[in-house]
Every structure is written in structure tokens, then in C-alpha cells.
């Protein structure tokens, strides 16, 4: 017997609805639905809670196979979301370019460095393009970040692809502009991120 046979079984059993059986698990009833109906399984928690709820072992609900798969399933899926949680924070450090005094501004022969505030040294246009991109690639950390919290993975790839092509724009124009101190950091972050994605894709 399959595992949503035995999960429809004891349900039964016990006489409870859907929505009886979610309530008890703190879950919802639609996913009480998709794992009576064999379209999905629970999660390893979950699996402990249905089996100390109906007083009856792991094994008896799961093949040892089974629960192994889930396992790593699992902890395939807790490695996507920490890699999405440190790409949120190094796309949130992105205000380091904002605030260090990366750029520089020659006085009376002198060149000091000094933050995006007080940048003078470059066209309104290009300083205004630095906005955007710092200000995009903080609100893209920033959303990361929440749905990671919140468990959400819809939306989450998207917002990686955008935050590295905003990433790549803003060492190109750094580079073109010759704002040798600023490309040093936004790089950085950068490779932080090609490490972040290269380690999700090899495990």
C-alpha cells in the first residue's frame, strides 16, 4: 500500500475530513489533498507529526527508500534556500556602494574618496544609473531574503537572474567610467555571487 493510501486510510479510520486531519497538522487542507491524492509527500516533519498523531511508526508509513529520498529531497531544498538567503544579503551589501567613499574627487590637486553622495567627478546620468542599479539590486536582497523566510519559491530564480545581470551591468559601467575603487567591491559581490550559485548547482 502506497503512502496516500495508508494517509487516506487512517484519516478514515478516525473518522476526520480533510480539514480535520490539516488542522490537526498545522498545515493546510490543500496539502492534506495533494498527498491523499499521490501528487506529492510531506516533509520529514510532517511525516513525524502523521505518525505520532495516529500512533503508528515511520516505517509502517514510508518505505525505507522512500524516506531516504525525502531526506535528501529535504535537505537539497534547506541548501537552495540558505544560497537564497546569503544572495539576498550580499545583493543588500550593494549599499556599500552607496555609503564607503568609493569615489573620487580631486581638491586643489588632491584626490579624495569620497561616497555616491558626494560624487561630483561623473555625469548626472551616469550617477543617476548608479542609483538605480544599487537601489534595484538592495530591493531584490531585501525580497529574497522574505520569501526565503517565508518559504516561497516562486519568483526566486527570476530575481537571481535579475540581480546578476544587474550585477554584470554595474561592473561594465564601473569599468567604463573608471571608478577603480567601486568596481573593486561591486566584483566582488559579484563573484560572492557566482560562488553562492555554483555551489547550489553542484550540490
Not at 537552495?80 to 580631486?106: A, K, T
Not at 518559504?151 to 559601467?173: F, P
Request: charged share 20%; glycine share 4%; proline share 2%.
Amino acid at each position: 500500500m502506497e503512502f496516500h493510501e495508508k494517509l487516506r486510510e487512517l484519516r478514515n479510520s478516525r473518522g476526520l475530513t480533510q480539514e480535520d486531519l490539516a488542522d490537526a497538522l498545522y498545515v493546510s487542507r490543500t496539502a492534506i489533498s495533494k498527498w491523499e491524492s499521490g501528487r506529492g509527500y510531506p516533509n520529514i516533519d510532517s511525516i513525524k507529526e502523521i505518525s505520532k498523531y495516529f500512533s503508528v511508526s515511520i516505517d509502517d508509513l514510508l518505505s525505507s527508500d522512500k524516506l531516504i529520498y525525502l531526506a535528501k529531497k529535504e535537505n537539497k531544498l534547506n541548501i537552495q534556500r540558505m544560497c537564497d538567503l546569503f544572495f539576498g544579503i550580499v545583493d543588500i551589501l550593494s549599499f556599500m556602494l552607496i555609503i564607503l567613499p568609493l569615489y573620487p574627487n580631486p581638491i586643489n590637486g588632491y584626490i579624495y574618496s569620497v561616497n555616491l553622495f558626494n560624487h561630483v567627478e561623473t555625469s548626472e546620468f551616469n550617477k543617476l544609473i548608479y542609483w538605480i542599479m544599487y537601489i534595484a539590486l538592495i530591493v531584490i536582497g531585501i525580497l529574497k531574503i522574505l520569501l526565503t523566510y517565508f518559504k516561497i519559491d516562486k519568483g526566486q530564480k527570476a530575481m537571481t537572474i535579475c540581480s546578476m545581470i544587474l550585477s554584470i551591468l554595474s561592473v561594465i559601467l564601473l569599468a567604463m567610467t573608471r571608478e577603480a575603487y567601486a568596481i573593486t567591491v561591486a566584483f566582488l559581490l559579484l563573484i560572492l555571487k557566482g560562488i553562492l550559485i555554483f555551489n547550489h548547482i553542484k550540490k
